[in-house]
């Protein structure tokens, strides 16, 4: 086994721990707490792969930083514009969208995300207090 595969399984289980959408610099910390030696472009290079071979799935937020998600069913986003807290939106997700749009333009999709921007629940509830 090579040192990539190690690295790439560290990283990998460090973020199956995490219940958030992580930032690159997240994950990093995290490995970093057991895994010193492991470095910040390595994390980077090594979420990149895990994303590209479908083991993970990269999260692309507008005016954001890349943040990544452990799960790599289709589904949504919700991203709170003031705590800027990301979760998973439980609906039923349209996967026909992608046949609708190469239908309608002749475009060729491979995937899409879709994120609802909006205030969450917590920061509604400190706003009222």
């Known amino acids: 086994m090579g040192r990539n595969t190690v690295q790439r399984r560290i990283i990998l ?7 958030t959408h992580p930032t690159i610099e997240e994950v990093w910390t995290e490995v970093q707490k057991e895994h010193p030696a492991i470095s910040r472009t390595t994390v980077y ?14 999260v692309v937020l507008p005016g954001g930083l890349e943040r990544y998600d452990r799960s790599t069913m289709p589904h949504h986003h919700f991203k709170c514009n003031k705590c800027e807290n990301i979760v ?8 026909d969208i992608d046949q609708a749009i190469q239908e309608k333009y002749g475009l060729m999709v491979d995937r899409h995300d879709i994120v609802f921007t909006g205030i969450c629940l917590s920061c509604q509830k400190n706003k009222k207090k």
């Not at 289980?13 to 219940?19: F, G, I, P």
């Not at 290079?45 to 799935?57: D, K, M, P, T, V």
């Not at 998973?88 to 996967?95: L, M, N, P, Q, T």
Request: net charge negative.
């Open 88 to 95: 998973d939106v439980d609906i039923e997700y349209h996967g």
């Open 45 to 58: 290079r090594n979420l990149r792969h895990l994303a590209e071979g479908g083991f993970i799935r990269q």
């Open 13 to 19: 289980a460090e973020l199956q721990k995490m219940n």
